[in-house]
């Protein structure tokens, strides 16, 4: 795989403005490389959020879940099952209940009925006997599925952010910045944010209604939900444009000072993780695997449980059994990634434009992961397929920038009529469902779809660093400044960029390379975890700032992503 090392551009302009408003000078370039130009930018108050208004079919869905509410009609939330799921729909749960409204939830276990509101699972909703299906995190492509609710006379609610196809279902109020016609300024929004805003929205209409006068036990404070938001947000890895930004901060705000659901915190102490000093990576790194273990190995609704009870010791219990969960998935993953590597002895990577892997003892649960570990690994658009229904694959896919997975599948289900029986996503994740006795077909179909968009400079892959960092700034001080701001997609984490001299190095647990770095007469410490080679004397390597806690002591760290030759 050809790898660069690039710098981002820092305006000067830019930097000088941020830095005369107030910033430090670290923080005012790495800020001003990401398109910062104001410091009004990075004001994260709840009152820079956007409005619900311009946001399509809100109003119609708030104004039938405030009946539900008012009326005692029976909601049910079918919920997705990864963390962002979990999380919206443990919002949906907690709001409305707390307005007084009667909401359940139902989870679809994905090895039985696969993804979304599909006409089973509507005939599975429908023995819960609800006036209104609410879907969160899913259901835009639901077509088939809301039509079978309609059936039975249940009114759909769709709260989705995925990408919608050529029609949308017949549904009672969608709620989607994504589809046509949607004003709402920011299409990033995650499916818990989604859901966030709807009940922001019902709420506003039961205030506009009076409920709260009557019933003054149900005004909720919603600010007490954005720990859920944050960490749904950051776990789906959608973009963090200023609007995900406010989220994200708020909830991480409420985490720091200990304001958060039992189930969060139980999640922190489950990972050992300090929530006082609560960061992007303990979300997406160490909260939301946990949270997604449970969706990939067994029922989501162990997860939700996590997150909506207000005991505790079940939330700990329960984080707990996530934990080992999350350890039996890890043993999993390594497994099959061992597989999936002996698969990669005989493919040529480097004359191919994707990856596409199958082996029938695959976990369906893993293969998002095992996905994402071979794109990392060779930075080509990557698919893994496991068995699922009789006769059928279920294949989970990761893309590299210039590549739009979903919109990709669409061009081959195109070019190639009725070879993908579902399939759907977003530029960067999707999923896809095939016969088993077509996944050659599929293979060739995906490369030669995949080779037509993809240009030879996409097929290289570019770590873009922040520079040249002074070593006055590689300290402790430096690094946990950088872990209080909000990183994430789209607005990506400091990444630095320097030649050192190699002064020491050894193996750790046969699978992690620790080395001395020495750089103008000062010495680091520095590791590169999953990379067990040696280093030659000299190195160009790109690092981030990380804090090595160990036995109480904190000392900085470099985590090296990738060094070559000085």
Not at 68 to 89: E, N, P
Not at 108 to 113: A, D, I, S
Not at 181 to 187: L, M, Q, R, T, V
Not at 246 to 256: A, H, K
Request: glycine share 8%; aromatic share 6%; charged share 20%.
């Amino acid at each position: 795989m050809n790898i660069n090392i690039t710098h981002r551009h820092v305006p000067t302009r830019a930097c000088l403005q941020l830095e005369q408003q107030g910033l430090p000078l670290l923080l005012a370039r790495l800020f001003a490389a990401r398109g910062i130009t104001d410091r009004s930018e990075l004001e994260y108050g709840l009152e820079t959020l956007l409005p619900p208004q311009s946001l399509l079919g809100v109003e119609a869905a708030a104004g039938l879940l405030a009946d539900a509410v008012t009326s005692g009609k029976q909601m049910l939330i079918v919920a997705d099952y990864d963390c962002d799921g979990a999380t919206a729909c443990a919002v949906g749960v907690l709001a409305l209940r707390t307005f007084g409204g009667s909401v359940h939830y139902l989870v679809p276990n994905r090895f039985e009925y696969g993804y979304g509101l599909t006409p089973e699972i509507a005939r599975l909703a429908a023995q819960h006997n609800p006036d209104i299906l609410i879907t969160v995190d899913n259901g835009i492509a639901s077509i088939d599925g809301v039509a079978e609710a309609n059936r039975f006379g249940i009114a759909c609610v769709i709260t989705d952010h995925h990408l919608p196809g050529d029609a949308l279902p017949a549904a009672a109020a969608i709620v989607n910045p994504n589809q046509p016609g949607c004003a709402f300024p920011s299409k990033s929004l995650a499916g818990v944010g989604v859901m966030f805003y709807v009940v922001m929205a019902v709420r506003a209409e039961l205030r506009r209604r009076g409920w709260f006068k009557t019933n003054e036990w149900a005004e909720i404070n919603l600010g007490d939900l954005l720990d859920l938001v944050a960490l749904g947000t950051i776990a789906d890895v959608v973009p963090l444009d200023h609007n995900n930004r406010v989220l994200v901060s708020r909830g991480l705000s409420r985490i720091r000072a200990g304001k958060m659901q039992p189930g969060v915190l139980a999640l922190f102490r489950a990972a050992g993780r300090d929530p006082d000093a609560a960061s992007t990576f303990d979300l997406g790194f160490a909260l939301g695997p946990r949270l997604n273990a449970a969706g990939r190995l067994t029922d989501m609704a162990l997860g939700i449980e996590c997150l909506i009870t207000d005991d505790p010791a079940r939330a700990l219990n329960i984080a707990q059994q996530l934990d080992t969960l999350n350890r039996e998935r890890r043993t999993i993953e390594a497994g099959m990634q061992d597989e999936a590597l002996l698969q990669l002895d005989d493919i040529d990577a480097e004359n191919r434009a994707s990856i596409t892997l199958f082996d029938p003892d695959w976990h369906q649960g893993v293969i998002g992961i095992l996905a994402s570990r071979i794109k990392d690994r060779l930075h080509r658009p990557a698919f893994a397929f496991a068995r699922g229904n009789e006769g059928e694959l279920k294949g989970s896919g990761r893309s590299i920038p210039g590549l739009h997975l979903r919109d990709a599948l669409d061009l081959v289900a195109k070019q190639n009529p009725g070879l993908l029986l579902h399939f759907g996503g977003h530029a960067a994740a999707a999923g896809v469902t095939l016969r088993e006795t077509d996944f050659l077909e599929f293979e060739q179909a995906f490369e030669d779809v995949a080779g037509s968009l993809l240009t030879p400079a996409d097929l290289t892959r570019n770590i873009i660093t922040d520079g040249s960092l002074e070593n006055g700034y590689i300290s402790l001080e430096s690094a946990r400044l950088l872990q209080r701001e909000i990183w994430g997609q789209g607005f990506p984490a400091p990444m630095f960029s320097d030649r050192f001299m190699v002064e020491k190095q050894r193996i750790l647990k046969d699978k992690h390379l620790k080395l001395t770095l020495n750089k103008n007469g000062a010495r680091f410490e520095a590791i590169q975890f999953n990379f067990a080679e040696s280093a030659p004397g000299h190195i160009h390597a790109a690092y981030r700032l990380d804090i090595n806690d160990y036995n109480g002591l904190q000392n900085v760290q470099l985590v090296l992503e990738h060094f070559e030759p000085a």
